[in-house]
């Protein structure tokens, strides 16, 4: 197949549904071989099932294109270990990896539960590490025998983890994580040719047709679908491919026709005395610089 990921191998987590589903098939749509992970489980991560994943990878297959399932638990190591490892051994290489599966369990901090805290940050967060490990393990391994890859991580994170949001303590945490990660493995992968990125999306997928159902719904009158997850997939696509080249360690946000890079952290108004403050003197000099201070798009359902 020709397309801008013709001959290149590419892994993505949560194949099976929604975005993942649609990256994947986008993918495969521009020459990619797919390896289509997905754990298979119901909205709030419990229970199993094979076929998510085995479907995504059977409708590649029908357009004509190659793909794999994988049915493991990306936040296992073994998992991981087994999601990179179908890649090498069905089609003998890896070129990128997209970091996607997950699902939230909301609730106000004041309600969130210790299990609902670990299964969430667990799967987001850890469930990008394993993989990503696994496979940058591999990328230096190649580097290291002289065939320095161009190889690409695309990661997801979400405004939520952006900009925080009401009822989501335990989701926004591991999405800022995954933002951290991506800075850190953008910066020490880059020697192995590796380059890493984020995106937060936004699209009509299980995840938020329930509580977002009027925001989410396809146009009546047939016009663009905004919230269709296939409008997040070019950018994945291309992030994953080798087009990409010096792109790396930027965020960005992809939503139907739009696309926008995150500005990071930068620090804002400062003031120093030179020696230590007194807290009162502390909280004066706090008071006279907030004013001073580029204010942050708002907390996502905040009052
Ligand atoms: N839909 C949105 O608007 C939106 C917004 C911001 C971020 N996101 C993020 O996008 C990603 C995809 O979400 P979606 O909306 O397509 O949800 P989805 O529920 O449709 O798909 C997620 C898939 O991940 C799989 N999965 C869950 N745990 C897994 C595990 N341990 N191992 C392997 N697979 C597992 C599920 O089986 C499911 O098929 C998530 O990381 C989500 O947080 C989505």
Redesign the pocket.
């Known amino acids: 197949m020709n397309g801008i990921c013709a001959g290149r191998v590419v892994a993505v987590?949560?194949?099976?549904?929604?975005?993942?589903?649609a990256h994947a098939l986008a993918l495969a749509a521009e020459g990619a071989r797919v390896v289509a992970?997905?754990?298979?489980?119901d909205?709030a991560?419990t229970g199993a099932s094979t076929e998510?994943a085995w479907r995504t990878a059977e409708e590649i297959r029908q357009r004509g294109g190659e793909a794999v399932a994988h049915t493991?638990?990306?936040?296992t190591d073994a998992?991981a270990a087994s999601l990179i490892a179908t890649a090498l051994e069905t089609y003998g290489r890896l070129d990128a990896l997209v970091n996607?599966?997950?699902?939230?369990r909301d609730r106000m901090l004041v309600n969130l539960g210790e299990d609902d805290w670990d299964a969430v940050v667990r799967?987001?967060l850890k469930?990008h590490f394993l993989p990503l490990r696994h496979a940058a393990a591999h990328w230096r391994a190649e580097t290291k025998a002289g065939r320095t890859p161009q190889a690409r991580v695309v990661n997801?994170?979400?405004?939520?983890g952006l900009l925080g949001s009401v009822g989501q303590a335990n989701?926004a945490a591991a999405?800022a994580g995954v933002v951290a990660l991506t800075l850190v493995a953008a910066a020490e992968l880059a020697r192995y040719g590796v380059q890493v990125n984020a995106l937060?999306?936004?699209?009509?997928?299980?995840?938020?047709e329930g509580p977002f159902a009027e925001a989410m719904a396809p146009p009546a009158d047939g016009g663009f679908d905004t919230m269709a997850?296939a409008n997040v997939s070019p950018l994945v696509v291309w992030l994953a491919s080798a087009d990409s080249d010096g792109v790396t360690g930027q965020v960005f946000e992809a939503e139907a026709g739009r696309i926008t890079v995150m500005e990071g952290w930068h620090p804002g108004p400062t003031t120093d005395k030179g020696e230590r403050w007194t807290p009162a003197e502390a909280g004066r000099a706090v008071r006279a610089l907030l004013p001073r201070m580029r204010l942050p798009g708002p907390v996502h359902g905040a009052p």
């Open positions: 987590t949560g194949a099976g549904r929604g975005l993942g589903r992970g997905d754990l298979g489980t909205p991560g998510p493991g638990d990306i936040a998992g996607n599966a997950g699902f939230v799967v987001h469930g997801t994170t979400s405004g939520a989701y999405k937060a999306p936004a699209a009509r997928t299980r995840m938020t997850p």
